[in-house]
């Protein structure tokens, strides 16, 4: 059930929409009759501002209905990005749709330049007109103005965390009225009592994935039986139950729980993209790569590139990584000749053990004495891991996905951990965006998870354009 604060927003969206594209189409005519304009280009055809009018009316109407299409009238709210997204592709639907008409019907007008302007500016306001209207959702959602108020159940982490998060975030706009830790003839009065004050309780969220299914069913019926929608913590294995497949085998329905929604079509797509991008960057790259392989062997001779030896979907494979090391630190076969490799392993148990900053079976050294100085700029910047491109190129990596981690960690795994091994690795990925190296395992691989279970590639576009920015903003503890 949406709420009345989310339907009257989403109502809004439409006719403010409309008057914003119908304004950027004016503006575009305007800056194209302006006098410096016009000098730059004379005006070689005959459009009279009326009959524009017509047209920028019925345009702007074809325009929202592609706006529909694109889900910019979903009623769940959504991350800024996806909106903007959105609001890029729909607008360039409506400018490719505008130019094919009059291409076929030439009858609008030949003006590229008003279309190109109407383009960029409708972007651009369309962009402020619906952050504007975000800012004031959240500012009445902190003033408790629209707020779903919900009661929480459950006495775990997990209740603590929503607790603690939608007190925090008042902006997502949840309004936690009561917290009842267990369902027990004393809880459920409490909260009947609750709902049956009318409007005060609109839903009720089971935190705790653990409560016996009886309980669950109490409360399920309780939101029945008052009109409050009812929401539950996924556990382990409802989480995987929401991917499944049925078929039917002689007359037996059997039911598939899939690991991963990256399959079929989604699969060769994510590989189509995989391919094209690292190609690009590959290529616009490498005068980049090239001068920090050189820096690398100025500061310290032996090999630039790195092979480290990691565990992927298919088994074991090495990594490409720029040197970060001096060599007489580095293991691999390939430095044999620069150490002791044994003395080197050694070494590097030591510094895990007295210097690492992760728990776990995956471990991060602070203050690293084995690097060298171009190391330590190439590990803050993640240019180090930009010759990973050839491994998504050659097949064994995929530009989004769960980090691979060397053999030794893995053998350390437990069996929730080896979830993150259902499909390819990748050079950037939903726990590298969210905290990198700050992150315990524990965490990381819960993100990683949410990964394979709810793949798109929505979600892999939105992974590529946060991280470039999180690696800019984030504090180094090298």
Same mark, same amino acid.
Not at 252 to 276: M, N, Q
Not at 400 to 425: M, N, S, T
């Given at each position: 059930?949406?709420?009345?604060?989310?339907?009257?927003?989403?109502?809004?969206?439409?006719?403010?929409?409309?008057?914003?594209?119908?304004? /950027? !189409?004016? /503006?575009?005519?305007?800056? &194209?009759? *302006?006098?410096?304009?016009?000098?730059?280009?004379?005006? #070689?055809?005959d459009l009279s501002f009326e009959k524009y009018l017509t047209v920028i009316s019925v345009t702007a109407a074809c325009w929202i209905i592609l706006f529909a299409f694109a889900g910019l009238y979903n009623f769940k709210r959504e991350r800024f990005i996806n909106d903007f997204t959105k609001i890029i592709v729909a607008c360039s639907a409506g400018m490719s749709a505008t130019i094919i008409y009059m291409f076929f019907v030439r009858e609008l007008f030949s003006s590229r330049f008003i279309i190109l302007f109407a383009w960029i500016l409708s972007?651009?306001?369309?962009?402020? *007109?619906?952050?504007?209207?975000?800012?004031?959702?959240?500012?009445?959602?902190?003033?408790?103005? !629209? /707020?779903? &108020?919900?009661?929480?159940v459950g006495a775990d982490s997990n209740t603590e965390l929503l607790i603690a998060t939608f007190k925090k975030q008042k902006n997502w706009g949840f309004r936690v009225i009561s917290h009842i830790k267990d369902v027990t003839l004393e809880t459920i009065t409490e909260l009947k009592n609750l709902l049956e004050k009318r409007g005060n309780i609109d839903e009720i969220i089971q935190a705790d994935s653990t409560l016996s299914r009886a309980k669950s069913i109490e409360l399920i019926n309780l939101a029945n039986e008052y009109n409050a929608i009812f929401k539950f913590a996924a556990g382990n294995f409802e989480s995987r139950a929401t991917n499944i497949g049925v078929e039917i085998v002689a !007359?037996?329905?059997?039911? *598939?729980?899939?690991?991963?929604?990256?399959?079929?079509? !989604?699969?060769? /797509?994510?590989?189509? #993209?995989?391919?094209?991008i690292s190609t690009i960057l590959m290529i616009i790259l490498s005068p980049i790569l090239l001068v920090i392989a050189i820096l690398i062997k100025l500061e310290n001779w032996g090999p630039a590139i790195y092979k480290n030896e990691r565990v992927g979907q298919k088994g074991n494979f090495n990594v490409y990584k720029f040197r970060s090391m001096y060599t007489k630190y580095c293991t691999g076969k390939q430095f044999a000749k620069y150490a002791d490799q044994q003395a080197v392993l050694e070494y590097e148990k030591e510094l895990v053990k007295n210097q690492s900053e992760r728990k776990g079976p995956v471990y991060k050294v602070l203050n690293d004495p084995r690097r060298t100085r171009i190391g330590r700029f190439l590990e803050r910047t993640s240019l180090d891991e930009l010759p990973q491109f050839f491994n998504v190129w050659i097949g064994n990596m995929?530009? #989004?996905?769960?980090? @691979? +981690?060397? @053999?030794? *960690?893995?053998?350390?795994?437990?069996?929730? +951990?080896?979830?993150?091994?259902?499909?390819?690795?990748g050079v950037t990925g939903m726990a590298q965006i969210s905290g990198r190296s700050d992150l315990n395992f524990d965490d990381e691989v819960k993100l990683d998870t949410y990964y394979i279970e709810n793949w798109s590639l929505k979600l892999d576009f939105w992974i590529m354009l946060k991280t470039p920015w999180v690696i800019l903003t984030r504090k180094s503890k090298i």
């Open positions: 059930m949406i709420n009345r604060s989310d339907l009257t927003f989403a109502a809004l969206k439409i006719p403010l929409d409309y008057l914003t594209l119908f304004f /950027a !189409g004016i /503006a575009s005519y305007f800056i &194209r009759y *302006e006098r410096s304009v016009q000098d730059i280009r004379p005006i #070689v055809f972007i651009l306001l369309i962009t402020v *007109e619906r952050a504007i209207l975000r800012k004031l959702q959240n500012f009445l959602y902190r003033k408790n103005f !629209g /707020a779903r &108020r919900i009661v929480i !007359g037996v329905p059997v039911v *598939e729980i899939r690991k991963t929604k990256l399959d079929g079509w !989604g699969r060769i /797509a994510k590989r189509f #993209v995989d391919l094209i995929s530009i #989004v996905g769960p980090r @691979p +981690h060397q @053999p030794r *960690e893995v053998e350390k795994y437990e069996k929730a +951990h080896k979830r993150v091994l259902d499909i390819k690795p």
